[in-house]
């Protein structure tokens, strides 16, 4: 099965080392990190541009083109929002150099096909420090 391996899939381990491994997590003493899926996005096009989206909303809306991208609140700040904006421009300058019949058979004949992309990158990490991450849950929390 892909993914993560989970501490019962070691036959190895014994009862007491699962004990200890999952006391020292709930104790916040393990240093560890998990990778997970990057920034989610809808891409589409229509109406002779590029289009984004990331909701269902969107897309029945007709997505956003790259303004309306940069006019949206992003709640993980300036850097987030950079991390789109980027993506989304490398994404258009793709879709320039293609002629419409190839976007009529990507996106549609009516172009109402949008495609589920993740963004990764320096600016979209994809590790989770766990011991950072619970320092900065209690520093909130206080």
């Known amino acids: 099965m892909p993914g993560m391996m989970q501490l019962w899939d070691d036959t190895s381990l014994s009862f007491n080392k699962i004990k200890k491994i999952l006391t020292s997590a ?7 990190t998990e990778k997970t899926d990057g920034f989610k996005i809808y891409l589409g096009y229509s109406d002779g541009v590029p289009k984004a989206a990331r909701s269902k909303g969107d897309m029945s809306k007709g997505g956003m083109n790259w303004q309306a991208l940069a006019d949206r609140e992003f709640k ?12 989304f421009r490398a994404y258009s300058k793709a879709l320039n150099s293609l002629e419409e019949r190839d976007l009529a058979a990507i996106f549609g004949e009516n172009h109402d096909i949008y495609y589920n992309a993740e963004i990764q990158g320096p600016a979209a990490g994809t590790m989770i420090n766990y011991t950072m991450l619970r320092y900065k849950v209690q520093q909130r929390v206080r």
């Open 76 to 87: 993980g700040g300036d850097e987030v929002r950079k991390a789109y904006l980027d993506s």
């Open 26 to 32: 709930s104790n916040g003493e393990l240093v560890g």
